[in-house]
């Protein structure tokens, strides 16, 4: 079993900034990717980025350019750096682990328990 606990989430205008983290205990095998869905409300839940065991990383294009996704694999912890937010960027934010193929089709089976992110002046 793996267990993710995030902590970073709030409150912020728009085009502030915001650091996300998740840090992952457990059953942990380090060739497995990590990454950050979101989910708005009345929305389907959406991948923003991953990042594998080989540091490669995808974004969604709403966030290219203003997010970035790194790891620190000797913590097990992924950190979702967001810059310059916008109100369409509020939703709950899960940090997710699995293997990459699982996870980059959404059907990563470790999840954290979310975390809220509101852009809002």
């Known amino acids: 079993q793996v267990q993710l606990v995030e902590s970073g989430g709030g409150l912020v205008q728009p085009g502030g900034s915001l650091r996300l983290s998740c840090s992952a205990s457990g059953s942990i095998f380090s060739l497995n990717a990590m990454g950050w869905y979101r989910q708005a409300p009345g929305k389907q839940r959406e991948l923003v980025a991953a990042i594998t065991s080989r540091g490669s990383t995808n974004y969604a294009d709403s966030v290219k350019g203003r997010f970035t996704i790194s790891r620190d694999k000797a913590k097990n912890t992924v950190y979702l750096q967001m810059n310059s937010l916008k109100p369409e960027d509020t939703a709950v934010y899960y940090c997710?682990?699995?293997?990459?193929?699982?996870?980059?089709?959404?059907?990563?089976?470790?999840w954290g328990q979310g975390t809220q992110v509101t852009v809002s002046s």
């Open positions: 997710n682990y699995d293997a990459e193929q699982l996870l980059l089709r959404g059907l990563g089976r470790y």
